[in-house]
C-alpha cells in the first residue's frame, strides 16, 4: 500500500487584485516528507502553506493530495492539520479540550477523545498540563499544545507556519531536535516555512527557495548548500553568507579588479564578467592569492571571522582560531578551485 | 481556460458559504433595523410635507412646503436653533475640560480610585428624567433644595434656577453636565493609563515643565479618545429630552427649548403633527449633518 | 519625586470635589426619602431626623404604588435587552469577521442609525400605533426599544469582536468546525465579557427611557420612568414620597451599576475608544 500524503501543487498563482503573489509555482512533495519552504518575508512562502491547508484560494493552478484534486476543496475536508505561528490555541479551552476539539468536530465520544489527546500529548511531553488553560502556559508549552492538536488526528498532511519564530534562541535550538525527531516517529509529510535558513538546512529533507513568488530552487539541503542555483540563493544560504565579487573570467582564471587572479576549475573560451562567489569557510591566507587588508577580526572563541576588504568591498573569512592575523594587516588569500561559485551578473544564473 | 475557471468556480464556492452564512447572521438584524428605522423615517419625511393639526383636523391636507417655508419665519424655530447650539457647545466644552482635569489630578492618586470609581459610575447609570426630577425638587427648588440652602448659608440669597429664563438656560446646562461630565472623567481617566511613563520622562530630562509636558505630549496623545468624546457627547446632548423635560418642560416659555423639546411641544402638547414632522426632520439632517462632519474630522485626524 | 503639601491637597481636593458633587446628591435624595414632609420643608435643614418608612410604604402599597410600573419596567426592559442580544451579536459577528458585499455600507448603515433623533422616531410611530392600536401595548413599546438598543449593541459588540485573533476561525475550520460551530464553541466564548457589558448597557439604556415610554404608552403599559410624575404636579410636590419612588425605580440600575462597574468602566472605554455609542 502506497503511503498518503504526497502533493502536487502545479500552476499556482494567486492575485490580490492587481499584486500578483504567487507566479506560478510547481511542487512535488513526496509522502512522508520534511519539506521546507524558505525565503525572506513575502516571498510567498506562507501563501502556498495557505493555498495547501485551502485558506487562501487560487486564481489559477491546482492542487493535488494523493493525486485527488482538493483545489476547490474546504480547509476542513482535506485532512490536513496546520499549526500556526501564533499558535491559535483557544484561550477559553483548557489544553485537553484543545488538543480534543478536532475529534470533537468530527463527533468522537468523550472518552475516546480523552484518550487521544492524552495519547497526542505525551508525544510532546506535556501530559502534565492537560488541565490548564493556553494563557497559563510558557511559548513553548503553547507551541506543544498547537502541536498535540495537530497530531491527534492523524492528518495526512502537516503544515508548519514559522513554528519556532516566537521561541527564544536556546529553546528554539531545542524544540528543532525534537521537531524532527517526531515528524520521523509519525512519518507524516510535513511542509515547513520559514525564513531561517539554518532552520531549513538541518530540518529538511528538501527544500524549495522562495524569492518574490517564484520558487528558484528545489533540492536537499547539502545540494543547495554546495550548489545554489542563482545570487540571491547563494546570498541567502550560509552564514555567515556567500562572498560576492564581480571579476572578469577567462580561460581558467579569474581577474579582480584590483589584478589579482585565480585559478579555477571550470574554463571559457572569451572573456567574460562574472560575479565570483566563494564561502568564508573557505577562504584561508596563502601565499599567492588576492590581496587583501584586514579590517577587523571577531574572535568566537573556536573559530575567528575576518573582515577583509578585497578592492574596497567587505569579504568574510572563516578560520579555525589557531590562525594569527593581525587587524590592518595587509595578506594574500586564495580558496580551493572546486569551491569557486560562478555566477552570470545579468541573470544570477549560477555558471 | 476551463481550467482555470474551473477552479475560479471552486474558489468562489468557498466564498459564496461565507457570503451566505453572513447573510443568515447580519440579514434579520438590517430588516429590523429598515423597518424599525429608515421605514419610520420616510414616514416621518411624507408627515412633514402634510398639514396635520390635530386641533383643526378639517384643515389636514396635502401642504407641500409649507411648513419648511413656516420655519424660516418662525422666531421660536430661530430660538430653539440658536438653544440647541448653545446648548449642546456649551455642555460639550465643560464635560471636557472638567472632565479632563479632574482625570489629571484623580490619575496621581492611586489609591481610593475605586471610590471615586463609583461616585463617577452613579450620575451615569441614572435615568435622565429621574435626574431631571431630583435637581428640580431636591437640588434648585427655593427652601428646599440643595443649592438653595447652600446659597443662602453663603449669604447670596434665594434665585429661581428654574423660573428665570436666563437662569432655567444655565440649569438646564449644569444638569446634563452634571450628568455625563463623569463619562469624560472615566474615559479620559482610562486613556491617561495607558499613556506611556517613559515619553514623560524623557520629557522631564528636556527640562520640560507641567504645562508644557501637558501641551505637547498629553494632549497630542489622547486627541483620539478627546474626538471621541466629543462625537459621543455631542450626539447625546442634541437629542437630550428627559432631563430637560422633566426640569423645565422646556420652559420658562421657551427659553430651554431645545428643537428637540421644541418638535415634541410642536407635536404632542399643541398637536401640530405636520409642522412637529418638519421640526423634526430638521433635527435630523442637523445630527447626520454633525456626525458627518465629525466622522470626517476623526477620519482626517488619524 | 516627593509629592509636596499644596499638591496634595490639591489632589484631595478634586477626590473631594467628585465625590461631593456627583456622589452626594444621590445620597441626599437617600436621606429625603426617609423624612417625613415636615422635615423635607423644615429650614435650617435637619440632618438629625427620626427615620420613616411611610414614603416607601406609599410607593410600593396602597393607591399611588409604583409596583405596576415596576413591573412594566421589567417586562419592557427585559424583553427588549433579550430581542436585542439574539439580533446584535450574530451580526456583529458578520460585520467584523465575515467577508461579504456591502460590507462597508452595511456597517456604515448600522453606524448612521445610531445617531437618529429619539423625537424623529417618535412621531411616526405614533400615528402608526395609534392607526394599528398598537399604543400602550407591550409589543409596540418594545420594537420601538429596538431602535436605540439594536444599532448600539451591534456596534459595541463588534469592537469586542474585532479583538480576537485572525486566525481563530482558521484553526477552527482546519479543525473540521464548519462556520457555525467555530463561531458557538471558538468565538462566543471568548467574547462573554462583551456580551455581559453590553447586556448590562442595553438594559440600563432600556430601563431608563422615557419619551418613548410616555408618549406610546399609557395606562396599562407605564414604566417607572413615567410614574415618577406621580408625585408631582402644578399644585404641590410630594418631596419626600417623590425622593422615595426615585430610590426605588433607580435601585435597580444602581445595583446593576455598583455590581458591574468594573464591566462598565471597561465598556464605557471600549466603546469610546473604538467606535460610535449613544449612551
Known sequence: MTQRGSIRIEGAVKKHDQLTVLHGI????????????????????????????????????????DDEDVTSKEPGERDVAMVFQSYALYPHMSVEENIAFPLKMIGQNQSSRNLAAREAATKVNIEHLMDRKPGQLSGGQQQRVALARAIVRQPRLFLLDEPLSNLDAKLRLETRIELRKLQRSLNVTTVYVTHDQEEAMTLADRVAVFMEGKIVQIDTPRNIFARPATLTVASFIG????????????????????????????????????IFGVRPSDLAPSAEGVSATVELIEDLGDSITVALLIDQQPIKMKLPHTQLIKENETIKVSCQPATVHLFDPLTGQRL | MAAAQAIDSGALA???????FAWYLLGPSLLLLLITTTAPLVYLGWTSFFRLDMTMPWLSGFAGLDNYGKMLGDPRFMNSLWLTVVYTSSTVCLQILVGLSLAMLVQQIPKGQALLRIAAILPIVLAPVVVGLFWRTLVLAPDVGLVDLVTRALGLGSQNWLGDPQLA?????????????????????????TLPADVYEAARLDRANAW?????????????????????????????FAAIFAATGGGPGSSTEILNLYAYRTSFTELNLGYGSSLAMVLLGLTLAVSYVMFKRRKAAK | MKQTIPRQLMLFTAAGLLLTVWAFPVIWGILTS??????????????????????????????DSILPNLWSSIVVSSTATLLTMLFSVPAAYAIARLKYPGKQTSGFYVLVTQMLPPVGLVIPYYLVLQRIGGLDTYSGLILIFLTFSLPFAIWLMVSYFEDIPLEMEEAALLDRAGRLRALWYVILPQVRGGIAVTTIFVFLNSWNEFMFSVLLGGNRVRPVTVAMFNFISVEQTQWARLAAAA???????????????????????VGAVKGGGRR
Open chain 1, 26 to 65: 510547481d511542487l512535488d512533495i513526496k509522502a512522508g516528507e520534511f519539506f521546507v519552504l524558505l525565503g525572506p518575508s513575502g516571498s510567498g512562502k506562507t501563501t502556498t502553506l495557505r493555498v495547501l491547508a485551502g485558506l487562501e484560494s487560487l486564481s489559477a493552478g491546482k492542487v493535488f493530495m
Open chain 1, 239 to 274: 552564514s555567515p553568507p556567500m562572498n560576492l565579487l564581480a571579476a572578469q573570467w577567462q580561460g581558467s582564471t579569474i581577474t579582480f579588479k584590483n589584478g589579482d587572479s585565480l585559478q579555477i576549475e571550470q574554463s571559457t573560451a572569451a572573456s567574460r564578467e562574472v
Open chain 2, 14 to 20: 468557498l466564498a459564496r458559504q461565507e457570503r451566505r
Open chain 2, 169 to 193: 438656560l444655565i440649569s438646564v446646562i449644569a444638569i446634563h453636565t452634571w450628568q455625563w461630565t463623569p463619562f469624560a472623567f472615566l474615559v479620559f481617566l482610562a486613556t491617561l493609563a
Open chain 2, 212 to 240: 508644557q509636558r501637558f501641551r505637547y505630549l498629553t494632549l497630542p496623545l489622547i486627541r483620539p479618545a478627546i474626538i471621541m468624546v466629543v462625537i459621543m457627547r455631542t450626539m447625546t446632548a442634541l437629542s437630550a
Open chain 3, 34 to 63: 426617609f423624612k417625613t414632609e415636615r422635615d423635607v420643608l423644615a429650614y435650617p435643614p435637619v440632618w438629625i431626623f427620626t427615620p420613616t418608612l411611610d414614603n416607601y410604604r406609599a410607593v410600593l402599597s396602597g393607591a
Open chain 3, 247 to 269: 430610590i426605588v425605580a433607580m435601585a435597580p440600575v444602581i445595583l446593576i451599576g455598583l455590581a458591574a462597574q468594573r464591566h462598565i468602566v471597561k465598556g464605557l472605554t
